[in-house]
């Protein structure tokens, strides 16, 4: 069956630091990934998405993420994190049989001021 | 901007009692979605439509029907609430073609099954 993995369900970092978050998924076959943010009280939106060309993709705030077909991977990154980026963050896949996402099970991020 | 309002933020139900959750989109969209969120779980697909009158089932249909009547509208009902149903439910909307997969989703409804 197809999944999608998101390694780590919790992460906490200080302002400044780094930011990788890990996501891999099963297909084989051709993907669109996408990952989704969602804030303290608010909706769910789209942070960024990679449906084909450059494997490295930008999104709001800062945020980027590479595709990397031989890993099955699409880590999110950002360089220097803020307070405001505490949230949870979900990786998704288009299921191509039917067009419906696949969801990571999302990584609460927390960043200490 | 795409808006999807949900009607209830909070509900609390007792076992037994039927639920309706409704979800309005105002941007035409053809596709409409109805996810539970669970921690450690992420969004699980309930039931989804793509046009009027026509619906599908997602991963986890039991125990939930949907209706949608008006290509704006889709209503998630629970027949017979059980504590198990205790959850965040979020619906979202999205056009057909190229960019679906991006959903518009709304600020969910937390429900409480006692």
């Known amino acids: 069956a197809q999944s999608v993995s998101q390694h780590n369900h919790h992460v906490i970092l200080s302002e400044a630091a780094s930011l990788e978050l890990g996501c891999n998924y099963s297909y084989g076959g051709t993907v669109n990934l996408f990952w989704y943010v969602q804030y303290p009280g608010q909706h769910l939106q789209l942070l960024l998405k990679?449906?084909?060309?450059d494997p490295l993709v930008k999104g709001i705030k800062g945020f980027e993420a590479e595709f990397i077909k031989s890993k099955f991977s699409f880590n999110l990154r950002k360089p220097s994190v803020q307070w405001s980026d505490t949230a949870e963050y979900f990786c998704?896949?288009?299921?191509?049989?039917?067009?419906?996402?696949?969801w990571g099970a999302g990584t609460k991020l927390i960043i200490k001021p | 901007d795409v808006k999807v309002t949900q009607s209830s933020r909070y509900l609390v139900k007792r076992t037994g009692e039927k639920v309706f959750l409704e979800c309005v989109q105002d941007m035409d969209h053809e596709n409409m979605f109805w996810y539970r969120q669970d921690p450690g779980l992420g969004l699980r697909l309930i039931y989804f439509s793509y046009d009027v009158k026509m619906k599908e089932k997602g991963d986890i249909p039991e125990g939930y029907s949907v209706s949608r009547e008006k290509k704006e509208r889709f209503s998630l009902i629970l027949e017979s609430a059980s504590t198990n149903q205790t959850s965040m439910y979020l619906c979202?909307?999205?056009?057909?073609?190229?960019?679906?997969?991006?959903?518009?989703f709304g600020e969910g409804s937390r429900l409480t099954v006692l």
């Open positions: 990679y449906f084909s060309g």
């Open positions: 998704a896949v288009i299921r191509d049989s039917n067009y419906q996402l696949i």
């Open positions: 979202a909307s999205s056009l057909v073609g190229a960019d679906t997969g991006e959903l518009f």
